[in-house]
Structures are given as C-alpha cells and as structure tokens.
C-alpha cells in the first residue's frame, strides 16, 4: 500500500482515484479485475512490457500466481504521490486504468528496452476499491515483499538537484562513513540531499515492511541515478555520529539531521531486528517507534505494522477495510490498555477524527512523544485495577487518586523542531520565566509550605521537573547531579568549573558566554527535548510539574492505580449535551516528589486503598 507524505491534510486513498476515474470514463473501457482466491496464498504480478522510448504508452500485463510456486518478481516500494495533480493512464490487459503520475514516472524510468519485466506494484496487483481482497493482500504483505527477487525503490523523478545528492551518497559510501570528511564546498550537494529526505517516500509507514522484508539489499531510484541502499545507510551513518558527537558539520543541512535522526534511523533498525536470528517484535512496540511516520488512509498506521509484529498480535488485530477508523484504533486502544494500562499516556485528544480522548490517534504523526518511557517511574504503585470499556467504545471507566488541582500555569514551550541546533538563550530565557512564576507564587502563598520548600536556591526540585528528572540519552533515572550544577550555572548563582573559567582575565564577555554555553549544553538539551510543547504548572498544596499543552488552571491531577505517571483530566461542563462527572483525558504529566508511589505511602491494604479509591468516566 502507499501513502501521502501527511494524513492530517486527509488526500484521497488509492480507492478514490479509482473511482474518481470512473466517473470520467465508461466503466465498460476500463480494465476489470480477475478476483483473486482468499483461501490460498494467490497473488497478481504486473508484467511490464519493453519499449524503446521512454515517453511510450505504458503497458501492462496481470497474471495470478501463487506465492508458494516461488515466481520471479521484483517487488515497488514508492509513495503514492500528490493526488491532485492530474491523473496519469497505461493500458493494463488492454485497457485504460489510472495510476499517480509519480507511478507513472516509476514505471517508465523502469521499463527495459528489449524485455519485459514483472513487478509486484500495490496499487495494480491490488484491486484498490474491493476491501476484502484489500484486507487478505494486507495480510500476505510481508510474505510479498520477503519472497521478492529485489525491493525497488523509487524516490521520484529527477528534481532539486537529486544527482548531486545521489552523487555525495556515493561518495560517503566509497570512501567510508568513518573515513568521510564533510566539506563546505559541498553544502549544495548536502542541501541537495536534504531535499531528497523531504521526499515523502521517507514518511511512509509501509517502507518499514518493505525495505525490511527483502532477502536482498534493495536498489534506490532517482531520475536515471541508481544505488544500492547500502550506500544510504553509509550516508545515515555518517551523520548519526556526527549528532552523537555534538559535532555536526556546518555543511550538513538541517533536514537532513532532522530525518537521520527520525525516520531513517527508524528504518535502519527495524531492518536490523527483523534479522532471521532475532524475534519478531510486539506491536506496541512498533507504534511507538513509528509515531512520526505517515499513511493516506489512517488505518494503515496499524495495518502497515502487522507484518512486522508477533503471532499473538496479529491473531487479534486483523486488517480489515470494512472498518471505520474508529472501530479500528478503539479495537486497538482496548487490547493495548488491556495489557499495559500506560498506553494511555499515547493518547492524543486528537483534534482530528472525532475519537474519545482515552484513545491514541496513531495518524497524528506530528504530535510529540509523551513524557512517559518505560520504567523510569512508578506513581501509581504496584496495585492495578482494571477499568471498564462501554460497548460503543465511547467511554472508558478507570479508578484512581485525585491528587490535585491545577492552581497557575505558564505558557506552552514552543516545540523544538529540532534539538541539535537550538537556542541558548531561548532555553535559558524559558528557565528564567518559569523560575519567576515559581518564586511569585511562593511570595503570593507565605503559609504554604510544601511549596516554599521548593525555592529554587535551596532545592533541586524545580532543575530536576525542568528534565522530568531524567536522563534522555540514556533513558534513567534519577537525573544526573551535575545537570544541577549546570542549571546553577546557568542560573548565574555559582561559577564555572575550573575547566571551563576563563584563560585571561581579559576574556571578552562573547567567549566567556560560549564557555557557559558549551558547560551548560548537556541541561539545555534536556529541558529542550522535555519542555518542548509542555506546559510548567503549580498545584493547589504547592507542587510543582509539567504536563500537556492544554492544561488549564483548576484542571484535576489524577494518579490511576498500577500506572506510571499522573494525568491531567478536563472536567466536562454541565449543559450543552455535556455529562457531569465525564472528563477528557488531557495526557501524562511529571510531578516532582510523587513519580515513585510516594502518593500511596500510608495506604497499607486493598481495604484503605478502596477508601481514597474515586472512579474517572473518561470519554
């Protein structure tokens, strides 16, 4: 299946252009599809025919095969393309049928002159507008792209300078990753390859089945320039280093960091674990590495991952296109909270498809990952209590602590687009904001002491809710002690390590700043990565967190028995088709001094728990 380079702009699927088709065609010219056999492994193969002239009418062939007889083919990775351009035909068995013009593009750059070729291509091997062929193909999809002679994949036609992209790619690969030196006489071949990144084929949530499935290295298109993909990986690694080193070269362009760090390193790994000697991985593992990818139709944020995932969870989701979006990520929703209830931390209250608030819009690739990661708190102690769907799976009922209210709040931090290349002093302008609206509520509250304990001279609280007392590059905690240090320094409240203290006392003022610059590095990366779309906030007893974009003052703090970290609820307003007692679920929240249980120290049994035990109707 292919995808648009973004689901929230909602294109028309690959079904639509079809049918779009036949509204400007006579059904009777158009070619009709052969069913294929659901009961076997019964697939169709396209045979392109040769030409001499690349402007040449397409022509195609279908013939049904089965996947156990072992045929030859080569299997298409590309994206769909843009749908509003107009609509490109060949001729399949004969007669007319639509294609993408990017489609169209891949097939003419991949005719032979003298022989035909056979490709397996989704949207002719599939019949597009039949959903339950859709559904079985889906299911057969690894298996197609696995028993594939060779995965081809086309980025586009030639654009934006993509030799000379396709060119340094292979210049990196000749040489070595660890062997290559980035130049500034290059920056245009660099900028060249970051345009090809922004290529949607990069987001596309099925390049992760289909590169990884193949039995041989894949071979890359662009225009008439062809690589085997090796040399993209000498390339990805390359500039993985040059990130993990803080040592980026000037050449090297933004987007081309930006995907490296995203979506190709992303593709690199599954690729890596779907080695024969490794097991296949669990499907909620897979949604949240692919988060930032992307599909035309919604459900294929799910479906697109089954072939990847293991035998249990593909025996109780099943891709089925007879499904709204709905039905399918509610389905999902239950069996995933089912199992682990932190899974509500991945939920969205996306703005888009009008799905409850408890369930994860898995097409909102844009959103930020939650601040949740695996084991690093426990908040909500060891006793799990299991909640309860509605049959509609409108509302999901779920016990818990109400802990607190929401008493002031500074502005949402701007996202961070991108974290290797941000700005010092607007972190340290964030921090100095925060840190004022800390010290304003401390004076406006004298009495609360809870909340005078937290100044920020004399506590770690606030440094350690700035990084959500973790450390992202390695995925622990507690914070490391020095990430205090450099927030004093940062601070101005202490002075520079011996190490980083000026040579001279005539040190201009511009090297003594990147001197503080270069200490205090480590801390602002943290707060970026943590801060970046959150929201500081301070509770009514005087604690301190942070917590999701939305979250408004009088909001209700709730800690669910057996999760790992707090959330913040929106009560529902009485009147105007609203339920009292109903609340939508905001998303996950740190908050200093109770993401270890300490909220449950005195509840010594299930009795006493029942007690301070309220139950929240999520919808």
Known sequence: MSDEDNTVKHENPPHQLVRKWLTVTIPNEIHRYASLDPTTDEIRLVTLLPSHEISARIECLLSHVSLSSKPGYEALSYAWGDQKEDIGALSL???????????????????????????WVD???????????????????????????????????????????????????????????????????????????????????????????GSQDPIVGVGHKWLLWVALESARHFVEEQ??????????????????????????????????????????????????????DPRDKVFALLGLAKEEDRSVVIPDYSKSLKTVYADLAIYLIA???????????????????????WSWWSRRWPLWSEGLYKAGGSTVQAGRF?????????????????????????RGRDVVFYNTSHISAIVSNIETLLLNTIAEHPNNKLLSALDPSKSDALWRTLVADKQLTRLSSPAPSVYGEQFSALRSRTELPEAFLPDHPTTSEAE????????????????????????????????????????MVNDPVVIFWGSDMP?????????????????RLLGGAYIHGVMHGEAFHGIENQEKLQERSEVFLLR
């Open 93 to 119: 068995g004969g007669k007319p049928f639509p294609v993408t013009p990017n489609l169209e593009n891949a097939l003419r750059h991949l005719r032979l002159t003298e022989s035909p070729r056979t490709l």
């Open 123 to 213: 949207a002719l091997s599939i019949n597009q507008i039949d959903d339950e062929e859709k559904s079985h193909q889906v299911q057969q999809m690894r298996k197609i792209y696995e028993f594939a002679s060779r995965v081809v994949i086309w980025f586009g036609k030639a654009s934006d300078d993509s030799d000379l992209a396709m060119d340094l790619i292979a210049d990196i690969h000749q040489v070595g990753p660890q062997d290559y030196k980035a130049s500034l006489e290059d920056a245009k071949s660099w900028e060249a390859l970051g345009m090809l990144y922004r290529r949607s084929w990069w987001g596309r949530i099925w390049v992760l089945q289909e590169t990884a499935a």
């Open 567 to 583: 959330c913040l609820l929106r009560e529902s307003e009485v009147g105007e088709g609203r339920e009292e007692g109903v609340c």
């Open 339 to 361: 199992n682990n209830i932190n899974m509500i931390y991945f939920n969205t209250d996306s703005p888009y498809h009008s799905l409850p608030s408890w369930i994860p819009d």
């Open 512 to 551: 003594i700043g990147k001197r503080k610059e270069a200490y205090t590095q480590p801390f602002e990366f943290e707060v970026q990565a943590t801060m970046s779309d959150q929201r500081f906030f301070i509770t009514e007893r005087g604690q301190i967190g942070i917590g999701p974009r939305h979250l």
């Open 390 to 414: 509605s049959q509609d799976a409108s509302t999901f009922t779920l016990p818990g602590l109400l802990l607190d209210r929401v008493l002031v709040c500074d502005e949402v931090v701007p």
């Open 243 to 296: 990130i993990k080193t803080y040592n980026v070269n000037e050449a090297i362009s933004t987007m081309v960091i930006s995907v490296v760090k995203t979506t190709a390193v992303t593709i690199h790994n599954v690729r890596r674990d779907l080695s024969p000697s490794l097991p296949l991985s669990d499907l909620e593992s897979l949604l949240k590495r692919t988060m930032t990818f992307h599909s035309t």
